[in-house]
């Protein structure tokens, strides 16, 4: 038991240190950056597949709020950003209650080589959080997926007459993941504040593209150069490939309200 201890130990330093790098690097990049800052609302529809519950799809409006800050210039693009959200979902009339926690997300992105390229590609770092309960068909247990992962962040912006357009993408690559058991006693109820808490953190272990990904495509209409409102549509997609395999996709309408130009 001491040297698993030790060993999740371990894998929760690595990610502390990196979240510090990140951090650390927000503030060494900051001085001569351009520093932008928006808040988002993005009401949407939810889809969830999970394994353990016989094969039944649930399906429902979720509601997501979060807020992202950019460092840019010429050469780079930093971000960091956190997103939280809930979602009330079906499933022949069982009702599920999904919660969504991305405490924190980066990316470093640089210009793609090229004359007055509008591409900036680089890597990301995120911490998310997936929790469901089904009270009437798992009444005892919750059920959660999590990934600290790193992937690949990419976006891309254009301008048409007098609109700005942009597009973002991110798939993960690697990481630590943690889903509920594949069976549980069913004598022994284990939810509850305190249980989702270390459920969440539970037997974390490292996984490439074989056994996860998650990923999300953005599409950002800005109407006018100064606006402060940009809409748009968000897809993103979660899955676990194996027992117990989950599968998460949602569309979203993305209102991002802007910070005002001084």
């Known amino acids: 038991m ?4 030790k ?3 371990k894998r929760m330093k690595a990610y502390i240190i990196s979240l510090l790098f990140f951090l650390l690097l927000l503030n060494c990049s900051g001085q001569g950056n351009d520093i932008y800052r928006n808040s988002f609302f993005s009401p949407g529809f939810a889809q969830v597949k999970e394994g353990a519950n016989f094969g039944l799809v649930f399906n429902g409006p979720a509601l997501n709020y979060g807020m992202n800050w950019d460092l840019k210039n010429d050469k780079r693009i930093i971000i ?10 079906f ?3 069982i009702p599920a209650l999904g919660i969504h926690l991305k405490p924190a997300e980066f990316a470093y992105m640089f210009r793609f080589p090229g004359t007055n390229s509008r ?17 009437q068909l798992q009444s005892g247990f919750d059920y959660w997926f999590t990934d600290f992962s790193c992937g ?3 976006r891309y912006d254009f301008k048409y007459k007098s609109s700005a357009f942009r597009i973002n993408a991110n798939s993960s690559i690697m990481g630590f993941i943690s889903r509920q058991p594949d069976y549980r006693d069913p004598y022994f109820f284990d939810i509850g504040f305190k249980h989702a808490v270390r459920h969440l953190h539970q037997d974390m272990t490292f996984a490439f593209l074989d056994k996860y990904n998650t990923a999300k495509l953005e ?11 940009t809409l748009g549509y968000v897809f993103a997609y ?3 490939y194996q027992n117990p395999d989950i599968n998460m996709v949602s569309h979203s309408i993305k209102i991002v309200i802007n910070e005002k130009q001084k």
């Open 238 to 240: 979660s899955g676990y």
């Open 119 to 135: 591409l900036f590609i680089g890597p990301s770092l995120k911490f998310e959080y997936n929790y469901y309960l089904y009270p």
């Open 219 to 229: 599409i950002l209409w800005k109407p006018g150069l100064k606006s402060r409102l």
């Open 91 to 93: 499933s022949k009339s």
């Open 152 to 154: 690949v962040n990419a």
């Open 7 to 9: 060993i999740k130990f």
């Open 2 to 5: 001491d040297e698993i201890m």
């Open 80 to 89: 960091f950003g956190y997103e939280l959200g809930v979602g009330v979902l």
